[in-house]
């Protein structure tokens, strides 16, 4: 026969309370590291339809708005693709022309012209600190018109 001793009355609830605590931030853990995947793998995809839109927007261009693009402008363009959760006010862009071919400069066809794009991803989970981690990718693509 077994007995229930009245001192291990109740001692469900706290054992509860642990486990729930852990099933919470595990929860909030899976949704943190989803968002930091989607928001990284967004900032790379910006950064290679910024170097793109730069790409068809070289000094030659004639048929595209924007043509002869200035690092302003290309900066205006990805700023715009922002979705979701994304604040625009957080994603720099950085443009430059690192390279050419002897005889060209500046965004000439042929020279090449490189996106940098880096975001701030604030945690928004209730434990973690106020902290945001710097994402950043960048994307080189040569001029062709």
């Avoid at 605590?21 to 910006?46: H, K, P």
């Avoid at 205006?76 to 693709?81: A, E, F, G």
């Avoid at 690192?98 to 434990?127: D, E, H, K, R």
Wanted: charged share 10%; with cysteine; proline share 6%.
């Amino acid at each position: 026969m077994m007995r229930v001793r009245r001192r291990e009355r109740g001692s469900g609830l706290p054992e509860t309370a642990v486990v729930m605590m852990i099933l919470t931030s595990l929860i909030f853990g899976i949704f943190e590291f989803g968002r930091a995947m989607y928001t990284y793998a967004f900032v790379a995809q910006i950064a290679r339809q910024g170097a793109r839109w730069a790409m068809v927007r070289g000094s030659q261009c004639t048929l595209l708005d924007h043509c002869n693009a200035q690092g302003s402008d290309v900066q205006t363009y990805v700023r715009s693709l922002s979705e979701g959760a994304t604040n625009p006010n957080n994603i720099n862009v950085t443009t430059t022309w690192p390279s050419c071919p002897p005889g060209l400069s500046g965004n000439a066809p042929g020279c090449t012209v490189s996106v940098n794009v880096s975001y701030s991803f604030p945690f928004i989970a209730p434990f973690v600190q106020k902290v945001a981690i710097n994402m950043s990718s960048t994307s080189q693509m040569v001029i062709s018109q």
